[in-house]
């Protein structure tokens, strides 16, 4: 019988069925991405709804789990080991995930550099840009009355765009087949409608960009895992 006591986490955030993973997460761009692999995957999990409020992913419970006090954070009870293993970082959870299930990440050595490349792409590029902007163009920072912050993000939006763009040209999904760098990319593009910057960035003008996202969202796993766990 799995035991997931000896993880603080499990004092506020308890599992109701201990021999699953166990995901701690909210429905942003980087929270989905776990959802959604789990989803898609077949993978049985727990999902437990972890604010971005302070007294929950601040909380000394959550810190147990990840110190950066990000979403997502998973709990396999299954480690690779024989024994549970903890993890936080999307794109850390996205490659063990699948690994562990040998499942969207290619069938070959150079398939996987592939993705994997593309999931970089998206972690040190597309995310961290596309939240920047967000802040800039819809949140606090659109008060700054400096424009220079906020023209900044968008011109490296467009330019980000423009890269996605390119590399669907001819193709259904970013890496050749549907793997975890599709489920990395997408919900971020996804993410323009809700920063009111489609406008902004000449989305309508990125074709193949636009096509890709409506068949990402078109996936009946991809529905289910967007709103795991459910908005309070």
Do not use: C
Request: proline share 8%; aromatic share 10%; hydrophobic share 40%.
């Amino acid at each position: 019988m799995n035991d997931l006591t000896s993880f603080g986490i499990s004092v506020r955030w308890p599992a109701t069925d201990p021999s699953k993973i166990q995901l701690y997460s909210f429905p942003t761009p980087n929270g989905v991405k776990a959802s959604i692999a789990l989803e898609e995957m077949g993978l049985p999990y727990e999902a437990h709804l972890v604010t971005l409020s302070d007294v929950d992913v601040k909380s000394d419970a959550f810190l147990s789990l990840n110190p950066n006090n990000k979403i997502p954070a998973i709990i396999d009870p299954n480690g690779p080991d024989g024994s549970p293993i903890d993890l936080f970082e999307s794109g850390a959870i996205l490659l063990y995930l699948a690994e562990k299930t040998g499942k969207l990440i290619g069938s070959s050595a150079t398939d996987k550099a592939k993705i994997t490349q593309w999931l970089m792409f998206q972690m040190g590029g597309l995310g961290p840009m596309f939240g920047q902007l967000g802040f800039f163009y819809k949140f606090a920072g659109s008060q700054i009355e400096d424009p220079r912050p906020r023209q900044r993000y968008i011109e490296e939006g467009k330019r980000l765009l423009a890269v996605v763009d390119k590399q669907l040209e001819g193709q259904d999904w970013i890496a050749g087949d549907y793997s975890i760098a599709d489920i990395a990319i997408a919900p971020w593009l996804r993410s323009l409608d809700f920063y009111g910057a489609r406008e902004v960035l000449g989305w309508k003008d990125h074709k193949n960009a636009v096509a890709y996202l409506e068949r990402f969202l078109e996936r009946p796993s991809v529905q289910t895992g967007l709103n795991t766990p459910p908005r309070p």
